[in-house]
């Protein structure tokens, strides 16, 4: 069994992740999965609504899933059901747990909207599912209401909103915090359910129709009367109510879903139906997008599957004759979408750092080949999503702090492989695991706030830097903590288990020193290109902007320890414990500087990075005081911990 063990572990892996090439397929009658590749422009990029619709649930509640804690199933069956419920039938959608409160972030938000405790409390009906929750392995309070449930006190919100508004991102209290968030998440709501057809009309279509017979003799009408001549007043006040839709339509569409005509000189220009239909009193003739939507609406609301599905088909054909480079990117983004290569590489790599863990105590060789199976399908499936996201935004791997986040992880995780076939010996694995673990969880954070797959800023709009600049100082970041994870490593085996055997150690130190040597080329290298790129840019070589200064203090930290370990001044431990301090450097340069509110390279304030970034600061110093401590410490760390099997080597760091 143990002899084959490791192939049963890797033909699972492949499994897992061969799982996600299966193509979606719909739970009933409509055709969602169609409905989820149309494309619309949203945001300066063509994207389907299988995006928009996980974007949008992720930034009103964090997660893609609509549910309640007292139904054992969702209530809708994909993202994309529930935008077509948001599109189509927004009362339905208002009924929906969509928006996230914690009473437990700000209990004054949830006064705010007037949410009794009758409302937040949630009550089991199955003794086992209560003493689950009093355990708190479910959840005992409500942290997600509907639109229904908040609507009554959105004018106390708008209040407090432009309170908060003015006062400075960095010192907003949580309730401000939270009053901000909410109330973006309502407009952001709104603006979706008006983006295709009036939300309050039940028969739009019909109107429109009708609209289509009388729209020449309706703009003669409207036009005589501007010029002052005689008109058929009836039709003109119809023309004008209808045209007073579109305008509101125009104004607060989200999604720009109807495409520029085959004559149109610029065929990027995408309009929202609104403005589409407004056209029409132009040119006499309705826009047909715009009735093909109003049609979906129709039978999505009269549960006409047949019908739905037929205009699904008829919009995906008049797409194809113009813009299949488009639709065929569309088609790509939502099948990668329902794969989530990410989210089943961070599953795998979990399984291998344990696996890698276990395997310092038990069964090395065979559990420490499973590992390394495991970390390595899990690096090909993020390497694929990698790929298609590349391809599909047509730029470099590292764009923004979302795709920095898989490529720092990526990069670590290659060096983390050739490391474990070097040395076979599972802390290349557990390094893998962890690090591919914690940087894809991050990434699933800053996912949080949108599409990731956003249109670049102008000044980083340049395919060569991208690829060169950013692609080389980003390979130092992962470099730098992959040396100070194994570091890690080396202080957790000393210091809890008699696992650091001196080969072990020996060991251990030749991947840190090797591994600090190729981060500080990688810096170097990397800072010197941002140099020249902002030459170019801005006309200086160096303006000692926080993100430079921070890309400086790891090449010059990288180099202390250098010339630390060659002069003698450092040993093993010592080694160790200033590459755990290189774990500090890294991460304030990578997100610390952004957070500060001014440079040229600062996004913003965000306040949960902000904490976990403290946290995480905390931890390492904590782990170099630990290493630190004398070796007869260690020792009395190790006799309550779990002591490995006889016949290991005697020697101990």
């Known amino acids: 069994m143990k002899k084959f063990l490791p192939l049963l572990v890797l033909l699972a892996a492949l499994a897992y992740v061969g799982m996600s090439l299966v193509p979606p397929h719909n739970t009933d009658d409509f055709d969602l999965v169609g409905f989820g590749r149309l494309p619309v422009l949203v945001n300066g990029r063509i994207k389907p609504l299988d995006t928009v619709a996980r974007t949008s649930l992720l ?39 969509t928006f996230r ?22 009550s089991y009906d199955n003794a086992s599912s209560r003493m689950m929750a009093m355990a708190d392995f479910l959840p005992k309070t409500r942290s997600r209401f509907s ?23 960095a010192v907003r209290t949580p309730f401000q915090k939270g009053v901000i968030q909410l109330y973006d998440s309502l407009v952001l709501y709104q603006r979706l359910q008006h983006s295709l057809v009036p939300p309050g009309e039940d028969d739009f279509l019909s109107r429109l ?31 004008l109510e209808v045209g007073n839709e579109f305008v509101l339509l125009d104004q607060y569409s989200y999604l720009r879903a109807v495409p520029p005509a085959a004559d149109a000189k610029d065929q990027t220009a995408w309009s929202n139906t609104g403005s589409a239909l407004l056209d029409g009193y132009g040119t006499g003739r309705l826009n047909p997008t715009a009735l093909t939507y109003a049609a979906m609406a129709q039978t999505w609301r009269a549960h006409q599957a047949d019908q739905f599905n037929h205009l699904v088909g008829l919009q995906r054909d008049d797409l194809q004759k113009r813009f299949a480079p488009q639709l065929a990117k569309s088609d790509a983004e939502a099948r990668f979408n329902a794969a989530e290569p990410f989210y089943r590489s961070t599953i795998l790599y979990a399984f291998a750092f344990f696996l890698a863990v276990i395997s310092w105590l038990k069964w090395p060789e065979t559990l420490g080949r499973c590992a390394f199976y495991l970390v390595l399908v899990a690096f090909l499936a993020a390497t694929a999503g990698i790929a298609t996201r590349m391809w599909l935004e047509g730029r470099p791997p590292v764009t923004n702090l979302y795709s920095s986040a898989l490529f720092v992880g990526w990069g670590a995780v290659g060096l983390c492989l050739i490391l474990e076939q070097i040395h076979r010996n599972g802390i290349g694995s557990a390094a893998a695991g962890m690090v591919g673990f914690i940087t894809l969880i991050i990434a ?7 599409d990731t797959l956003e249109m670049m800023r102008a000044v980083l709009d340049t395919n060569l830097w991208l690829a060169t600049h950013v692609v080389v ?23 809890f288990t008699r696992s650091l055997d001196k080969l072990t150690a020996d060991t251990l130190t030749r991947m840190v020193y090797g591994i600090v040597c190729f981060a ?8 010197v290109l941002g140099g020249i790129w902002a030459d170019q840019s801005w006309g200086r070589f160096w303006g000692w902007d926080p993100k430079e200064n921070g890309a400086l203090i790891i090449v010059i930290w990288n180099a202390i320890i250098l ?5 003698g001044m450092i040993k093993q431990r010592g080694l160790m414990c200033m590459a755990v301090f290189g774990n500090i450097v890294t991460s304030w340069s990578w997100f610390g500087v952004n957070m500060l509110g001014i440079g040229l390279h600062s996004y913003g304030f965000m306040d949960a990075a902000f904490w976990w970034l403290l946290v995480f600061v905390i931890s390492q110093i904590v782990i170099i005081v630990l290493a630190n401590l004398p070796l007869e410490k260690w020792r009395s760390f190790r006799s309550v911990a779990t002591v490995r099997p006889a016949g290991t080597a005697a020697a101990r760091v």
């Open 59 to 97: 930034i009103l509640q964090g997660r893609q899933r609509v549910a309640d804690p007292t139904i054992p199933t969702p209530m809708v069956a994909s993202p994309a059901e529930w935008l077509a419920d948001v599109l189509f039938a927004p009362a339905k959608a208002d009924a929906y747990p």
């Open 101 to 122: 409160i914690s009473s437990t972030d700000s209990p004054e938000l949830v006064s705010l909207m007037g949410l009794t405790d009758e409302q937040t409390k949630i």
């Open 147 to 169: 639109f229904n449930q908040l609507a009554p006190k959105i004018p106390e919100l708008d209040k407090q909103y432009k309170l908060a508004q003015p006062v400075d991102a």
């Open 209 to 239: 129709l009708s609209l289509q017979k009388t729209l020449p003799a309706g703009v003669e009408a409207i036009r005589a009367k501007q010029a002052g001549q005689p008109y058929d007043e009836e039709l003109a006040k119809q023309m």
């Open 444 to 450: 699933h954070m800053l996912s949080l706030s949108g």
């Open 473 to 495: 100082v980003t390979s130092g970041y992962a470099s730098t903590f992959l040396a100070g994870f194994l570091a890690l490593i080396y202080i957790f085996r000393g210091v």
């Open 520 to 527: 500080t080329l990688c810096s170097l290298v990397g800072t």
């Open 563 to 567: 010339h630390a370990r060659a002069g």
